[in-house]
């Protein structure tokens, strides 16, 4: 079965409450459909920084994304994921508060992991960082993953 990290975006967006907003919705209701559809086509994964992440703010929201998070294999934040999350933070100029975003990378790629899914289209779904990303992965010997949304990866076939 292919690989997925689920970013952080993911579990919010699953468990949210309706959003008022349009476009906010629909992410959340195309990423209920992914869980609910396709999700057993993928073995699945997160890491330590998504448990972290998903466990704060309101206390009721956060118990509903580690519920949904329960069972799914946590990756290890070893060296080379540490050692490249520094050089994308580098390469793509991440300001302090973003500086996650280049440990979920890093985490999906020196995992070995298919698809990168994630609802972040700032700092890590995005179309004109990805040459930097791919830029980094190879200079540490790595490959890539798919980094896409909900959206995209519904449409793969399983």
Same mark, same amino acid.
């Not at 890491?47 to 998070?69: C, M, N, P, W």
């Not at 930097?132 to 980094?147: H, K, L, Q, S």
């Given at each position: 079965?292919?690989?997925? +990290?689920?970013?952080?975006?993911?579990?919010?967006?699953?468990? =949210?409450?309706?959003?008022? &907003?349009?476009?906010?919705?629909? !992410?959340?209701?195309?990423? *209920? &459909?992914?869980? /609910?559809?396709? !999700?057993? /086509?993928? &073995? $699945?994964?997160?890491?330590?920084?998504?448990?972290?992440?998903?466990?704060?703010?309101?206390?009721?929201? #956060?118990? !509903?994304?580690?519920?949904?998070?329960? @069972?799914?294999?946590?990756?290890?934040? @070893?060296? /080379?994921?540490? =050692? %490249?999350?520094?050089? %994308?933070? !580098?390469? $793509?100029?991440?300001?302090?508060?973003?500086?996650?975003?280049?440990?979920?990378?890093? %985490? #999906?790629?020196?995992?070995?992991?298919?698809?990168?899914?994630?609802?972040?289209?700032?700092?890590?779904?995005?179309?004109? $960082?990805?040459? *930097?990303?791919? &830029? =980094?992965? *190879? #200079?540490?010997? +790595?490959?890539?993953?798919?980094?896409?949304?909900?959206?995209? $990866?519904? #449409?793969?076939?399983?």
């Amino acid at each position: 079965m292919p690989s997925v +990290y689920l970013e952080t975006t993911i579990p919010s967006y699953l468990t =949210a409450w309706r959003s008022p &907003e349009l476009v906010m919705a629909a !992410r959340q209701q195309i990423t *209920r &459909e992914w869980w /609910d559809s396709r !999700r057993q /086509d993928f &073995e $699945l994964f997160v890491s330590q920084l998504v448990i972290d992440e998903a466990s704060a703010g309101d206390s009721t929201a #956060a118990t !509903r994304r580690l519920e949904a998070l329960e @069972g799914i294999t946590l990756l290890e934040f @070893g060296d /080379d994921a540490n =050692a %490249l999350s520094k050089l %994308l933070i !580098r390469q $793509l100029s991440l300001p302090v508060r973003a500086e996650s975003d280049a440990v979920h990378i890093a %985490l #999906a790629v020196v995992n070995g992991m298919d698809y990168l899914l994630t609802w972040n289209c700032t700092h890590i779904a995005n179309a004109t $960082l990805r040459p *930097r990303i791919e &830029e =980094a992965c *190879r #200079a540490f010997g +790595y490959r890539m993953p798919v980094i896409c949304t909900p959206e995209e $990866l519904h #449409a793969v076939p399983p």
